[in-house]
C-alpha cells in the first residue's frame, strides 16, 4: 500500500499566510525523508483558512526544496482554465522536476457565488468538462486537433481525475486513475464500476484507484481524534457561519463545540465518524479494510492540525505503517 500526502496550506491562529506557505514547503521534504509516495498540493480562492490557490506555483517551490518525491496537483480545477494553459504549467514543471510530476485534475467550483464570479465560471457542464479533459491530455501527449503545441517538449506527466459525482464514469471512460474520498469511500458499487468499465490508454494499462482520507495515527485513538478536532470543527461550523477558517487549539475547539449549536455538534461527532484515526494498529487495520472495499492500491492522507510539531509526528507514524 502506497502512503501519499494532501496538503491544502491550512492557516493557523496566529501565524501569516506566508508562514502557512512555508510549513507546506517544510513539510513536502519531511515527507520525502520519511519514504512517502506522493505530495500534492490543492486549488482553493479565497478561503479565509487557505492560504494558497496556484498549485504549480506552490509546486515550483517544492520541487526545488525536493529531490525524489512524486510532486502533484490535488488538483488543479479545470474549469477556472483553459486546458493550454495548465498544459503548459504542468509542461514547465516536468521539465524542471523530470519523471516526478503529476496532474491532478478536478471539476468543482469555488464555495460562493461571488468568487465563481470572479473565476468566470458560474456553472458545470458535465460534458464540457470531458472535452476539456481530453482536450488537457492532448497537449500533454505532443499537440491537438488544431496543431496546437503546449511547450516544452517533455515527456507527458500523468493525469488523475479527482473524482466527484460522476468523476468515476469520467475516468473510466478515458482511462485515467482517479483519486476518490468523501462518500465514494463507501460507495464500493461505483469502484467495482470503476474497474470493470475501465478502458485501457496509452501509459495507463490498468485502472488505478487512490482513495483521499484525513488520517491521524498517535499513541491512543483518544489522541488521534483530538488531532483532527480543529479541522473537523472548521468544516462543521462552515456550513453554518459560511466561512472556513483557520485551524484553532484543541482546547479552544473543545470549548466552541460545547457552545455550539446541537446541529453543529452532531456535524462534528459525524465529522470524527468519518476520518480514520488511532493507534497504529487500529489505522493499519482501518487502512486494509478501505483498500479491500475501494480496491484503492493507494493512500492520500489529508492531514491536518493546528500545531505543527504534531503533524510532523503524524506524519512520521504514518510513513511507519508501510
Do not use: C
Not at 504549480?56 to 517551490?61: G, H, K, P, Q
Not at 472556513?244 to 465529522?271: D, H, I, M, N, Q
Request: a neutral charge.
Amino acid at each position: 500500500m502506497r502512503i501519499s500526502l494532501l496538503d491544502r496550506t491550512r492557516t493557523r491562529v496566529g501565524e501569516s499566510d506566508a508562514d502557512a506557505v512555508a510549513g507546506t514547503i517544510e513539510r513536502a521534504g519531511r515527507a520525502e525523508r520519511l519514504g512517502l509516495h506522493r505530495f500534492w498540493v490543492a486549488e482553493h480562492h479565497s478561503v479565509p483558512g487557505i492560504a494558497s490557490a496556484a498549485p504549480t506555483v506552490l509546486l515550483a517551490a517544492i520541487g526545488a526544496r525536493t529531490r525524489t518525491i512524486r510532486i502533484g496537483t490535488g488538483g488543479v480545477m479545470l474549469p477556472n482554465h483553459t486546458p493550454l494553459v495548465v498544459a503548459e504549467q504542468v509542461r514547465l514543471l516536468e521539465a524542471l522536476y523530470p519523471g516526478r510530476v503529476d496532474v491532478g485534475i478536478g471539476a468543482s467550483l469555488a464555495f460562493k457565488s461571488a468568487i465563481r464570479r470572479a473565476l468566470g465560471r458560474t456553472t458545470l457542464d458535465p460534458q464540457e468538462h470531458e472535452r476539456a479533459v481530453e482536450e488537457l491530455r492532448a497537449y500533454l501527449h505532443g499537440g491537438s486537433d488544431d496543431d496546437v503545441v503546449a511547450k516544452p517538449h517533455v515527456a507527458a506527466p500523468p493525469l488523475f481525475v479527482l473524482a466527484i459525482k460522476s468523476g468515476l464514469g469520467l475516468a473510466a471512460r478515458l482511462g485515467l486513475p482517479a483519486v476518490i474520498g468523501g462518500p465514494l469511500l463507501h460507495d464500493t458499487a461505483a469502484a467495482r464500476a470503476y474497474a470493470r468499465d475501465f478502458r485501457p490508454s496509452p501509459g495507463v494499462p490498468e485502472p488505478y484507484l487512490v482513495a483521499s482520507v484525513d488520517v491521524a495515527v498517535a499513541a491512543t485513538a483518544e489522541r488521534a481524534r483530538d488531532l483532527l478536532l480543529p479541522e473537523v470543527w472548521a468544516l462543521a461550523s462552515s456550513r453554518e457561519s459560511g466561512g472556513f477558517t483557520a485551524l484553532r487549539p484543541v482546547e479552544e475547539v473543545r470549548r466552541l463545540v460545547g457552545g455550539a449549536s446541537p446541529k453543529v455538534r452532531e456535524s462534528v461527532e459525524r465529522g470524527l465518524g468519518s476520518v480514520v484515526a488511532g493507534t497504529p494498529d487500529e489505522v493499519a487495520d482501518a487502512v486494509a479494510a478501505l483498500a479491500e472495499r475501494t480496491g484503492a492500491a493507494e493512500i492520500m492522507a489529508t492531514t491536518s492540525t493546528y500545531d505543527r510539531g504534531d503533524l510532523a509526528e503524524a506524519d512520521e507514524a504514518l510513513a511507519g505503517l508501510r
